[in-house]
């Protein structure tokens, strides 16, 4: 056999063995047990909805009143962008972790989302957004429905799929405020109105959930600036609101809550196992991650994912030890060709 096709043999297997060995049976693949509720969560990420945009929600500000939803402020890490945002809410994995920093990274999530882990104990789970999601988690969905430019019919649709398709978990991704947003800023008329047109469609969509005791959460990626954009790091980018509606599961919520701390919740709401790189805090019980991260921790006084970078560190030394004995093994075999 040529030398050079030995060479790229080789390298292809090494490159598949990194890949494939990168999460699995590593660090990232340490979880907590899972607790079945047979609960069903729909999740609205409402795309721009920064935190004062609540105030033209009528529907849901009478929920908080009526104290049939709980409400706090969504506190969200930089950068505030799609993308990370989406990764942040669904992987509970810091940007750090996940390493989705730009919009640009058309590339699939390389840590697990909440649907994934949901399909893996047999949760039947939907989508219905924007096919940005649809890129970063192309194989987390029983059922999805993906648009491109037009989100208009994004809540029919959500509706039709709880109707026919019943999913234990599902994402409701509408697109139009972050238009508006961007259009023609965060402090203007249409975006407000804007606002007030998807606290309709939820309230139409809320009235079809009740029917099968689906818990909600509301909130978004990221909010916008006065006069549109959210790149820039500010309070009405960085704050959005949470909304945690449900008639029988009982929350506690502080003033504020981080971004991060919507996949563990998630978690707990589905009775699926938490995995250790959402470093954020369950808003529901934490008891079982926190036993687990105590396992890994170098130096409590640090934030956990100091700890957690550390182990990485350690876990990306192991790999490469792991992949010098592959070398030597496979040119041992490809020798004898
Ligand atoms: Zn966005």
Known sequence: ?????????????????????????????????????????????????????????????????????????????????????????LTGAPTDISGISSNNQHIPSPVLSISDLAIKHNLKTALCGYFWIDELFPFSFHYKKTYFIRDGTTFIDAVSIVNSFKPDFLIVHPMSVDNAGHSFGGSSMQYKNTASKIDLEIYKLYKQLSKYNYDIIITSDHGHQDFGGHTKYEENTFLTPFVFISKNTNIKLTKSINQIDIAPTLCDLLGIPKTLYMTGNSLLDNQNITTIRNVHILNPNLPFE???????????ILLTIHLIIYFYFIRILLAKF
Do not use: E, H, W
């Not at 590593?26 to 920064?50: A, H, M």
């Open 306 to 316: 100091y700890n957690l970078n550390f182990s990485l560190f350690i876990t990306n």
């Open 1 to 89: 056999m040529p030398q050079y096709i030995k060479l790229t043999l080789l390298l292809y297997i090494l490159i598949l063995n990194s890949t494939i060995s990168l999460f699995k049976f590593t660090f990232y693949d340490i979880t907590t047990n899972s607790k079945p509720t047979n609960k069903k969560v729909c999740l609205i990420i409402v795309d721009g909805l920064r935190l004062d945009a609540i105030n033209n929600m009528p529907f849901i500000q009478n929920l908080i009143k009526n104290n049939d939803a709980k409400f706090a402020i969504s506190v969200s890490d930089k950068p505030t962008i799609s993308r990370a945002g989406y990764m942040r809410i």
